[in-house]
């Protein structure tokens, strides 16, 4: 029974084996390459060096766009900054001032009634 079983193992190797040997003999055949081949093997060749001339550009001519919106969008940041401080600056300046002219309002003001008090 094992010799049985043991036969049947090697034989279906030997048969795997010898399968697989015709078919990498069946593969194995030799390709001529021709002068045909070999033109279209230049004019792929240069198809790709001109496509890459153009992506090169391209990404040439898409980074000076992104760098020209970077610098505008930068100066309107700047424009915008420089706006607010003046802007902050008039309103606490305003301030001041009304601070100021109250302060002399009720000084004014008071200064009469603060005579008549004291005499």
């Not at 060096?49 to 980074?63: A, V």
């Amino acid at each position: 029974m094992m010799i049985c079983k043991a036969m049947k193992r090697i034989s279906i190797l030997i048969i795997l084996g010898s399968l697989l040997n015709v078919a990498t003999f069946s593969h194995s055949k030799e390709v001529p390459f021709t002068q045909g081949d070999r033109n279209r093997l230049i004019r792929l060749e240069t198809k790709i060096e001109e496509m890459d001339k153009r992506i090169e550009m391209g990404q040439i001519s898409l980074q000076r766009q992104i760098d020209d919106t970077r610098n505008s969008l930068q100066k309107q940041i700047d424009d915008l900054k420089t706006f607010m401080l003046w802007g902050f600056g008039i309103l606490f300046g305003g301030m001041g001032i009304l601070i100021g002219f109250v302060i002399w309002d009720r000084r004014t003001a008071l200064a009469p009634a603060s005579l008549s008090y004291c005499s």
